[in-house]
Nanobody
Framework: QVQLVESGGGLVQVGGSLRLSCAAS????????MNWYRQAPGNQRELVAG???????NYADSVKGRFTISRDNAKNTVYLQMNSLKPEDTAVYYC??????????????WGQGTQVTVSS
């Protein structure tokens, strides 16, 4: 099985920064796109940022210029650097990945989530 484990969430003041990490472990051959989603109370889960294996990023309009997604393929880890945080960034942040294995079709996995709270 594949596990995605997020870390780096916490409480930060408006204008501050946090760096989230998500490490994949288990049995697989490679990981295609890795994404960060978030879900605030009462809201639907939304895509924050995604990054293909070859390094092509995409961002939600609400975080462009403030958040940066990156990955280390050797470590099977994706990062989300969040700067200039706003109260509306408060949410549970989830890691998501398309995982390739020789013995099954490419499968999408989710992490358990990490809480980010931005206080004003």
């Amino acid at each position: 099985q594949v596990q995605l484990v997020e870390s780096g969430g916490g409480l930060v003041q408006v204008g501050g920064s946090l760096r989230l990490s998500c490490a994949a472990s288990g049995r697989f051959s490679s990981i295609n796109t890795m994404n960060w989603y978030r879900q605030a109370p009462g809201n639907q889960r939304e895509l924050v940022a995604g990054l293909t294996r070859d390094g092509t990023p995409n961002y939600a309009d609400s975080v462009k210029g403030r958040f940066t997604i990156s990955r280390d393929n050797a470590k099977n880890t994706v990062y989300l650097q969040m700067n200039s945080l706003k109260p509306e960034d408060t949410a549970v942040y989830y890691c998501n990945a398309d995982v390739r294995s020789p013995w099954r079709p490419t499968t999408n996995f989710w992490g358990q989530g990490t809480q980010v709270t931005v206080s004003s």
